[in-house]
């Protein structure tokens, strides 16, 4: 299949010449024929699909073997996975119709996801709609979404505030590209790594939160459920700092296997580089305003740290 196909492939809502969304739904369409037919010659289409290429460059970008998986083995995999079999192909396709319809939340959806990014950094920008691919990735300027996932079963505006999230990666990987993780080799990168990831994740978790609020939708992330309990916020601030510290203060050296394991405190669990990164974003933000924070995107992780570092926190007002 065509990536352009106008029965498949992408959709163009013009806003201005600056960034209009365009949303690639090819590779959904596809994955519904094969979950429906089980014809394996689909599996060689799907491989072939712009969708599957940034799956594939994100599997690749965040291995920290450096391995390039194959494209069709992937997809098969992912296809065929248990996550994948457990959900109702009609379910998937409901979801499909939702976000290929809803022109106004396509439009706000970039309108938020660009909030906060320099004017521009979501013009080349495709949110690539997929199957079985974590819950949503960005890379190399582009975003998608499984469609697939359960977190979306009980409530389909969370499709959009996702959505939103890794726009936002995208517009932040045009200036400030994903590190790959084969290439982090000491601790001083580890450091650096995870003062990157703090800030775009930071970044993103924040993008949604207004549209999230309009909607009576805090509550339905675990993340935003944290970051309106400010005493929780407060530990889970100051168990950031710490490690980070302790990881910075080190004399650099070469990494060893259980170096990674900072990743898991950071990414999963309590989700501190999420939530810390939004917390830290939130008060800039009310701060300095609105400006500062589209700078500091522009400048990187460094600018936010640094943004953050200088505020008395003691007169911003908590999230």
């Known amino acids: 299949m065509d990536d352009d196909d106008p029965e498949n492939g992408p959709i163009d809502v013009k806003i201005n010449a600056v960034s209009a969304p365009r949303i690639d739904a090819g590779f959904v369409h596809l994955a519904l024929r094969f979950l429906e037919t089980a014809d394996r010659d689909i599996l060689l289409r799907l491989a072939d699909t712009r969708a599957a290429r940034h799956i594939a460059t994100h599997a690749r970008t965040v ?11 992937l997809i098969e995999e ?46 080349d920008a495709t949110l ?8 949503g990735v960005a890379v190399s300027g ?13 409530d389909l505006n969370e499709l959009w505030f996702y959505s939103v999230h890794e726009l936002h990666h995208a517009g932040w990987h045009t200036y400030h590209p994903l590190p790959e993780l084969s290439r982090v080799g000491t601790t001083r990168a580890l450091a650096g790594l995870i003062r990157y990831c703090t800030a775009m994740e930071g970044l993103a978790v924040h993008a949604a939160r207004n549209w999230r609020a309009e909607a009576g939708a805090l509550s339905s992330d675990p993340d935003y459920v944290a970051l309106l309990d400010a005493q929780r916020m407060d530990r889970y601030e100051a168990q950031f700092f710490a490690l980070l510290r302790d990881l910075q203060a080190e004399e650099p050296r070469s990494l060893e296997e259980a170096d990674w394991d900072i990743l898991e405190l950071m990414s999963t669990g309590e989700r501190l580089w999420y ?8 008060r800039i933000e009310q701060a300095l305003g609105r400006d500062v924070l589209v700078e500091a995107s522009l400048q990187g992780p460094d600018q936010v740290f640094n943004l953050y570092a200088e505020l008395d926190i003691s007169n911003a007002r908590d999230s």
């Open 78 to 123: 992912l296809l065929t996975s248990p996550a994948v079999a457990r959900v109702d192909p009609h379910e998937i396709r409901a979801r499909l119709v939702w976000m290929e319809t809803n022109r106004e939340a396509q439009v706000r959806c970039w309108k938020e996801a660009g909030a906060t990014l320099p004017e521009g950094a979501l013009a």
């Open 63 to 73: 291995s920290i073997a450096g391995a390039s998986p194959d494209a069709r083995e």
């Open 275 to 282: 939530r810390v990164g939004a917390r830290m974003v939130y």
């Open 142 to 154: 582009n975003a998608s979404l499984n469609l697939a996932h359960p977190h979306f079963e009980n």
């Open 128 to 135: 690539f709609l997929t199957v079985g691919y974590d819950i």
